[in-house]
């Protein structure tokens, strides 16, 4: 997908989660072409697919979709990650529609013990994705993965003779005082990325005072990634002030221009996140929820999904665009938090951070 229309797009707005859900902009819908004929194993004609504001899949294998199906299939897009989740939840009573794409390894554990998706196993999961699994109860099945990374403008850097940082540590020195822009944990599925990165860089006892002493060298938080990216980041459109943003390691790729890419991803500074597609419990269309998620499995779309969302398919034998094998960096070791323990944790996390970082 295009690099401003990913998850990684970070959109949320605010920062409580209750205010997050209240303020969050309205759901959009756009509908795809499609015949009104049903499924013959459904009376229901139409699809509902609840979406990150950042989802993207060429527009042929939409309609080729809702022509083999017979649905008719319509997108709403509350905003991040994070912004879907909430809703999903605040409106479990009554479903915003059929099947959700986006919720990520970050969200995960809060989509599962809320109880607002229904469990199906796609006989379509690639063998080779267990280590992307979400959940042993098949709740979420695996559709993308990207390694959310700090980026940095490189010719800001030359231009100020300062050396680009490589690690995280690399941060909290006096050189590098008020260049990162980064998302806000609470709103932004990359900015919880970020935040576990630093859990598991630091252990859950040391990373709050890590990021008191980068509040302390002038980090910026913004709600989500639009703002820090295309905004405040040197490095993109924006042309902002800030020449060190939280992305993906895919970002570079994007940014490239006659073969000459104007930004780096750190290696040494990320968190791996996977991307996962369920269907809503109290689904009116379950048997369209599943077909959804199989297509987005399919080899045409794992195959469209790096050029589209500038992610990895979750379908390891994909071929990937070329220029990723110049500028999208290989992460060897990205930083880890278990699933359970981002789970069980994820929420006393942004709490603290939020005291210590915002308070």
């Not at 809320?114 to 196993?121: D, E, K, Q």
């Not at 006096?174 to 998302?183: I, T």
Request: aromatic content about 10%; glycine content about 6%; some cysteine.
């Amino acid at each position: 997908m295009s690099i401003i229309r990913r998850a990684w797009l970070g959109l949320g707005a605010i920062i409580a989660v209750t205010a997050l859900t209240a303020c969050a902009s309205a759901p959009s819908a756009s509908p795809s072409a499609a015949s009104p004929t049903p499924s013959p194993l459904t009376s229901a004609t139409e699809l509902t697919v609840v979406t990150h504001d950042s989802f993207a899949v060429t527009q042929s294998l939409l309609d080729a979709f809702a022509k083999k199906t017979g649905f008719t299939v319509k997108f709403v897009k509350p905003g991040d990650a994070g912004t879907v989740v909430n809703q999903l939840v605040l409106t479990k009573d009554s479903p915003l529609g059929d099947v959700v794409f986006g919720i990520d390894n970050t969200f995960s554990g809060r989509a599962i013990s809320a109880g607002i998706l229904a469990p199906y196993a796609s006989p379509a999961v690639p063998a080779g994705s267990d280590d992307l699994l979400a959940d042993t109860q098949h709740m979420l099945t695996p559709i993308d993965y990207g390694d959310v990374c700090l980026n940095a403008d490189l010719a800001w850097f030359k231009a100020k003779n300062l050396a680009v940082p490589a690690t995280l540590d690399d941060l909290l020195k006096p050189e590098y005082a008020k260049l990162l822009v980064v998302e806000n944990p609470a709103s932004s599925s990359p900015g919880m990325a970020f935040l576990a990165a630093t859990i598991g860089a630091k252990s859950e006892s040391g990373y709050l005072d890590y990021w008191k002493a980068l509040k302390a060298n002038g980090v910026k938080v913004d709600p989500g990634w639009t703002e820090a990216y295309s905004t405040d980041f040197s490095g993109s459109t924006g042309k902002g002030a800030y020449p060190l943003v939280v992305s993906y390691n895919t970002s570079p790729a994007y940014e490239a221009k006659d073969g000459v890419a104007p930004t780096v991803a750190l290696t040494q500074t990320c968190f791996r996140q996977v991307e996962y597609a369920g269907v809503i419990a109290g689904a009116k269309n379950a048997v369209g929820a599943r077909a959804f998620i199989d297509f987005l499995l399919s080899p045409e779309v794992q195959a469209d999904i790096p050029g589209q969302m500038y992610v990895y398919p979750a379908n390891r034998a994909t071929a990937l665009p070329a220029d990723w094998t110049q500028f999208a960096a290989k992460v060897e070791s990205p930083f880890t938090v278990p699933a359970t323990t981002l789970s069980a944790n994820r929420d006393a996390w942004i709490k603290a951070w939020t005291a210590a970082v915002l308070g």
